[in-house]
């Protein structure tokens, strides 16, 4: 009987160490999604301080970079999602890179509520498993009890 219950026990645990994985790979998501978001904010920074005739330090990828002078402000290609891309002026660089922001914010927060419901299911799975330990406990020490009552 003790058997099955040290069993369910182990595949509690084992469900407790599954919830604690995806919890890290959600709070890796959220992580993520908090850099993509800076990154825009430092776009958006750039673009509203930038004038053409600005020299910037364009990055060409494995750390390497080249000045260049901003040609014209009011050309500026923005990501659209999906692959897709378009220029825009100042303002609607600006416009489309907040509006990308608010969808990262509301995808955090979707993030953020899936790791709540993984907490609040790992809180049940510790409580059960609190409970199974101590109905053992107790039932050992009746065992040890009815033992000690016979050897009398």
Same mark, same amino acid.
């Given at each position: 009987?003790?058997?099955?219950?040290?069993?369910?026990?182990?595949?509690? #645990?084992?469900?407790? &160490?599954?919830?604690?994985? $995806? /919890?890290? =790979?959600? $709070?890796?998501?959220?992580?993520?999604? !908090?850099?993509?978001?800076?990154?825009? +904010?430092? *776009?958006? =920074? *750039?673009? $509203?301080?930038?004038?053409?005739? #600005?020299?910037?330090?364009?990055?060409?990828?494995?750390?390497?970079?080249? !000045?260049? #002078?901003?040609?014209?402000?009011?050309?500026?290609?923005?990501?659209?999602?999906?692959?897709?891309? *378009?220029? !825009?002026? &100042?303002?609607?660089?600006?416009?489309?890179? /907040?509006? !990308?922001?608010?969808?990262?914010? =509301?995808?955090? #927060?979707?993030?953020?509520?899936?790791?709540?419901?993984? +907490?609040? &299911?790992?809180?049940?799975?510790?409580? /059960?498993?609190?409970?199974?330990?101590?109905?053992?406990?107790?039932?050992?020490?009746?065992?040890? &009890?009815?033992?000690?009552?016979?050897?009398?």
């Amino acid at each position: 009987m003790m058997g099955g219950g040290n069993q369910e026990l182990q595949q509690l #645990s084992q469900q407790l &160490q599954q919830l604690e994985a $995806e /919890k890290e =790979e959600l $709070e890796g998501e959220v992580e993520d999604l !908090r850099n993509e978001k800076d990154e825009m +904010d430092e *776009a958006i =920074e *750039a673009i $509203e301080t930038l004038d053409t005739g #600005s020299v910037v330090q364009v990055p060409l990828g494995g750390g390497a970079y080249i !000045r260049a #002078s901003v040609e014209d402000i009011d050309e500026v290609v923005v990501e659209l999602g999906g692959g897709y891309a *378009a220029e !825009r002026d &100042q303002n609607g660089a600006i416009e489309s890179l /907040k509006s !990308r922001k608010d969808v990262v914010d =509301e995808q955090i #927060s979707s993030v953020q509520e899936d790791i709540a419901e993984v +907490d609040d &299911q790992s809180d049940q799975l510790e409580q /059960k498993a609190q409970q199974m330990q101590q109905q053992q406990m107790q039932q050992q020490m009746q065992q040890m &009890q009815e033992q000690e009552d016979e050897d009398e």
